[in-house]
Nanobody
Framework: VQLQASGGGLVQAGGSLRLSCRFSGRTSGTKPLGWFRQAPGKEREFVASIGWRYTRDYSDSVKGRFTISRDNTRHIMYLQMNSLKPEDTAVYYC????????????????WGQGTLVTVSS
């Protein structure tokens, strides 16, 4: 499975941004997917996950502001980020795993390159 994230950039606090992640490879359309982020000097953390049947989970820090979605026919996953805060600044990574619990716990088997999101105050 290959993943490629895009859509990062610079945005003011309170603004919105949508990240995309194209995924490809055999059976990739049925694999659980997730978004993670790593801020400078911090460990990578879970942001959101989505199963191939659209089960969704969010970290408490983004719940109510971010929305994860996927289009299995187009092989794209999205992360719509609203009401952005400076503490959302990080490199965002998309990932895929063989099971939903693995992606939910950050034990993904496949990782894309990161895309930088910078939120100015």
């Amino acid at each position: 499975v290959q993943l490629q994230a895009s859509g990062g950039g610079l945005v003011q606090a309170g603004g919105s941004l949508r990240l995309s992640c194209r995924f490809s490879g055999r059976t990739s359309g049925t694999k659980p997917l997730g978004w993670f982020r790593q801020a400078p000097g911090k460990e990578r953390e879970f942001v959101a996950s989505i199963g191939w049947r659209y089960t969704r989970d969010y970290s408490d820090s983004v719940k109510g502001r971010f929305t994860i979605s996927r289009d299995n026919t187009r092989h794209i996953m999205y992360l719509q980020m609203n009401s952005l805060k400076p503490e959302d600044t990080a490199v965002y990574y998309c990932a895929a795993a063989e099971t939903y619990s693995e992606v939910r716990e950050g034990n993904a088997n496949y990782w894309g390159q990161g895309t930088l999101v910078t939120v100015s105050s």
